[in-house]
């Protein structure tokens, strides 16, 4: 089945310190989704992409996509504490409805 | 508007129990899809319903069944409980438009504990 490696699988970073994960796959994605869960809560969506080379932003978070289509990176600028919780990449093999999640990246944000 | 609802919140089985969970998908969203999610990793694909057909089966064992009703809501169940069972169980609905499936909204989950 389709397999993704996310790195790291943990982050500790202070407050105003930038953060990055990443996503890789062996094969080529038809599209990604990003996924955040706080602790003790359920995945929420973030984002999809789906062109090659693809970036966009959502405040202090950019996504991009890479040019072969098999791996993505969250860039988190200057990290606050509301920042903290798992985020996971999800992955979808083409003519699949089935959405595989990466095992996500833990942040922690000291204050 | 509702989002997805799942119950039960909580629960505590024993080995060789069968249990059963619920998901109500948020209104106007054919289908439904099951994730496993054991403590530090990520949710593992159990099933998706769309149409109240079967559309993809992860790696589980035949213990685990599920099915879609009219109303597009879903039932997850499991049989002869097992300790490693124990997990967050989640029930998310999408759109799907042609072959894109969109973004999962994902319910609160069921916390199920086998001792």
């Known amino acids: 089945g389709q397999q993704v490696m996310q790195i790291p699988q943990y982050q500790h970073v202070q407050e105003g310190e930038d953060f990055t994960t990443y996503c890789n796959s062996s094969t080529t994605l038809s599209n990604i989704q990003w996924y955040k869960q706080r602790p003790g809560g359920h995945p929420v969506f973030l984002i999809q992409?789906?062109?090659?080379?693809e970036v966009k932003k959502q405040k202090r978070l950019t996504f991009q996509f890479g040019e072969a289509k098999k791996n993505s990176s969250l860039h988190i600028t200057a990290t606050q504490t509301t920042d903290v919780g798992t985020y996971f990449c999800?992955?979808?093999?083409?003519?699949?409805?089935?959405?595989?999640f990466g095992k996500g990246t833990k942040l922690s944000v000291i204050p | 508007d509702a989002g997805v609802t799942q119950s039960p919140t909580h629960l505590i089985k024993t080995r060789g129990q069968h249990v059963t969970l619920r998901c109500s998908p948020i209104s106007g969203h054919k289908s439904v899809s099951w994730y496993q999610q054991v403590l530090g990793q990520g949710p593992q694909f159990i099933f998706q319903y769309y149409e109240k057909e079967e559309r993809g089966r992860g790696n589980f064992p035949d213990r685990f069944s599920a099915r879609q009703f009219p109303n597009y809501s879903s039932e997850l169940n499991v049989n002869a409980l097992l300790l490693g069972d124990s997990a967050l169980y989640l029930c998310?609905?999408?759109?799907?438009?042609?072959?894109?499936?969109?973004?999962?909204?994902f319910g609160e989950g069921s916390r199920l504990t086998v001792l």
């Open positions: 992409l789906v062109k090659s080379g």
């Open positions: 998310a609905s999408s759109l799907i438009t042609g072959t894109n499936t969109g973004e999962l909204f």
């Open positions: 999800a992955v979808r093999r083409a003519g699949s409805y089935q959405l595989t």
